[in-house]
């Protein structure tokens, strides 16, 4: 048996521990610009470690993360989370006052649709 590498690629890591779909994606958002403990990096192929600082944005949130360990498989969410530890933990999103709310059990009516239509076209 071999011992666990101490070292891996960035996107391979990304990928390990579930902050994107797949490796490609990952390997895009490494090309777009990460910064890996300050230092901006351009390479998927970009080796880390553990005790490494990630600054990536995802979607529209932009996280810090510590690479506590690296892992050997992309296996299920509670094993992938142990990998890093949040420095940033996401904000709880407040829902705006100002969107009308849909009923339990009940679909939004036309004008409701078209209320929320013009709210999300003007956030875009």
């Known amino acids: 048996m071999s011992e666990a590498p101490s070292k891996l690629r960035l996107d391979k890591w990304l990928w390990q521990a579930r902050f994107f779909k797949t490796r490609s ?53 509670p094993e992938a989370q142990a990998l890093y530890a949040d420095l940033d933990p996401p904000k709880a999103r407040v829902p705006d006052p100002s969107l009308p709310v849909a009923e339990a059990g009940g679909r939004p009516t036309k004008r409701d649709r078209r209320i929320m239509d013009r709210q999300r076209d003007r956030l875009e």
């Open 25 to 77: 994606l990952a390997a895009k958002v490494v090309g777009g610009g990460l910064r890996v403990n300050g230092l901006s990096v351009a390479k998927p192929a970009f080796s880390v470690g553990p005790g490494d600082v990630l600054t990536f944005a995802q979607g529209k949130e932009v996280r810090v993360i510590r690479i506590l360990a690296l892992g050997e498989r992309r296996g299920p969410a």
